[in-house]
């Protein structure tokens, strides 16, 4: 097993995960089989608790691990599964040392950092990165490894520690370390500094890491002089840094990196003689019609948190799939749900006005999941909009719930439907806590991970989506779901539930059969949308809005965004789309 691993330094929001996910990408391309491993030094046993508001997004795994969302990037960049053991915290390191002293394991010992917690970590690291993720038999070659925050945290020192110890365990030829750094320019002379990036290598040494490699953040490529300064003061060869300068989106990062021959360093500190050269040719075109993108799509994002787009990051990714797949640049449109609330109309009346302008110009509606009862009126309303005006809508999660209620209340005339999650004494609860487990408990009674939906109707535009599947596995995050005592009052008034789980109990997809696309799923499609691979309703919901649905349904859910020698389909041509700064997820809160 060979072991690349990813620090950063200088300061936080570098995009270090794009960048491991980058590397990931680049040395699955030279035909290498790729997993990774994210490490959060954080104390949370994980990111289930933590609010999306602060944070981002919690983002869901196949088997019901609530993780970082740099593990979406990983997923997304190499098109794995990975699983909850991927994500190492402080909190599940030190979960299980104490669990195993509790146990009497450490034979009388007394229990310290050094050594029971950094053997964890180096036990850990070891096991999972040995874990296929690709769904084929037998180790990978490589396991990527990121370690969030920013070399010097007191937080990281103890996973610092264990990787020093780990890299000597390993040894010279399996083990490469890249470290992520920030070479600022000063604006009056434009001149690139290396002074940070000289302070951090060294930060890095004292805790007894060497770097191989140096990816230096930078607006433009570095000159070569400033190579030779930081290759000198940093003990790094010149051929091993590499620069990542800002590009139009994400997807660049990987044909950077190649472009730099960034492979050839870390196969050569890797040992591996065997590696093919990089095919990114499909990538490349993808990228391509990525840049040149011309033709709008508005979707109009309904939702709690719209200050912080990494909150929504896989919906937002999830979109932008579907949208490069039928070659449209997607524009968001952020709707604070509140804001389209009768008491906003009372207290800011222009703030409710530009928001229903915000909705009314969108070619589709999106309501995300979420918890909590601020702004739901303002959901439900977007979703009345979009069912009477014939709006291309989904609904995910909380959305679908929602629709339901709406629906419940506009249709049946059930005028205090609503969520027992929001009004626990409704007389027409058509939401309701159906917990797989405990009844009593509220503690580990959410549904989450992979659950089976089979199509109930073959003739409905998700099953077609789906490809005309039988069944299909999603992934879930929640507590409520549709009253099944409510289900054929509501399928008489014309909403269908077209997809349920192997019990019939459970809705999980509900469509409007009257309507161009009006689809809710209990799941979470956006998690298992990849580039290559957009999500199926989030297709549909991009072709309906795009009105091109018809043919896409006719090709059952297939679209040929690039094809197989990597030449873009289709003839978007025009100018590239900047949209700031790409690396980071969103404003790099989280890291
Ligand atoms: N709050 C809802 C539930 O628990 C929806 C959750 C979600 O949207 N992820 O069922």
């Given at each position: 097993m060979k072991y690349v691993l990813v620090t950063g330094g200088v300061v936080s929001g570098l995009g270090k995960g794009v960048t491991a996910s980058s590397i990931g990408l680049l040395l699955q391309a030279c035909g290498l089989r790729v997993t990774s491993i994210k490490i959060d030094p954080y104390l949370n046993t994980d990111a289930g608790t933590m609010s999306p508001f602060e944070h981002g997004e919690v983002f869901v795994l196949d088997d019901g691990g609530e993780v970082d969302l740099d593990l979406g990037n990983y997923e997304r960049f190499l098109d794995s599964t990975l699983t909850r053991d991927n994500n190492i915290t402080t909190g599940k390191i030190y979960q299980s040392v104490i669990d195993k002293e509790r146990k009497g394991d450490y034979l009388g010992r007394t229990v310290q950092v050094v050594p029971h917690v950094t053997d964890a970590i180096q036990e850990w690291i070891e096991r999972v990165a040995n874990v296929p993720v690709d769904g084929k038999e037998g180790p990978p070659d490589v396991c990527v490894i990121e370690l969030g925050?920013?070399?010097?945290d007191i937080e990281s020192m103890p996973f610092i520690e264990a990787l020093g110890q780990f890299s000597y365990k390993v040894g010279p030829g399996n083990f490469c370390l890249v470290h992520v750094s920030l070479v600022p320019v000063l604006s009056v002379v434009g001149e690139q500094k290396t002074k940070p990036t000289q302070h951090s290598v060294r930060g890095l040494r004292s805790l007894g890491l060497t770097p191989n490699i140096l990816a230096c953040r930078s607006t433009k490529a570095l000159e070569e002089n400033v190579k030779t300064k930081l290759s000198q003061f940093c003990h790094v060869p010149e051929v091993n840094i590499v620069t990542l300068y800002d590009v139009p989106n994400i997807w660049h990062v990987p044909l950077l990196l190649r472009d730099q021959k960034a492979h050839e360093a870390i196969l050569k500190e890797l040992n591996l003689s065997n590696a093919v050269k990089p095919d990114l040719a499909e990538w490349t075109a993808r990228t391509k019609i990525y840049d040149t993108l011309q033709d709008p799509v508005r979707i109009a994002m309904v939702g709690k948190y719209t200050g912080l787009t990494d909150s929504y990051l896989s919906v937002l990714k999830a979109l932008l799939h579907a949208s490069v797949a039928c070659h449209k640049k997607l524009v968001i449109e952020w709707?604070?749900?509140?804001?389209?609330?009768e008491i906003t109309a009372q207290e800011a009346p222009d703030v409710h006005k530009a928001a229903w302008d915000l909705l009314k110009g969108a070619d589709g509606i999106l309501v995300p999941g979420g918890f909590g009862d601020r702004g739901v009126q303002g959901k439900i309303l977007a979703t009345k909009y979009a069912r009477e005006n014939q709006v291309p809508f989904l609904g995910i999660c909380l959305g679908m719930q929602l629709a339901v209620v709406e629906f419940a209340r506009s249709i049946l005339g059930f005028h205090d439907a609503n969520s027992t999650e929001f009004e626990?004494?409704?007389?027409?609860?058509?939401i309701i806590f159906m917990p797989e487990g405990s009844t009593t408990h509220m503690g580990g009674t959410m549904r989450l991970g992979s659950r089976r939906t089979y199509f109930q109707v073959a003739d409905c535009k998700s099953s077609k989506l789906y490809g005309n599947a039988k069944f299909v596995d999603e992934r879930h995050r929640h507590r409520y779901e549709v009253n099944p005592d409510m289900i054929s009052e509501i399928e008489k008034a014309g909403l269908s539930f077209v997809g349920k789980d192997e019990t019939g109990r459970r809705m999980e997809i509900v469509e409007l059969p009257s309507h161009p696309y009006f689809v809710g799923a209990q799941f979470h499609p956006e998690f298992k949308s990849r580039p290559g691979k957009p999500s199926a309703l989030f297709l549909g919901l991009i072709a309906a809005a795009s009105g091109c649905l018809e043919s896409v349904l006719q090709t059952g859910g297939k679209v040929n965004i690039v094809s197989k020698n990597g030449v873009a389909n289709g003839s978007a041509m025009g100018k590239v789309h900047q949209n700031g700064n790409v690396y980071s997820n969103g404003n790099g809160l989280h890291h």
């Open positions: 925050g920013t070399i010097g709707v604070a749900a509140s804001d389209l609330e626990p004494e409704t007389s027409s609860p058509c």
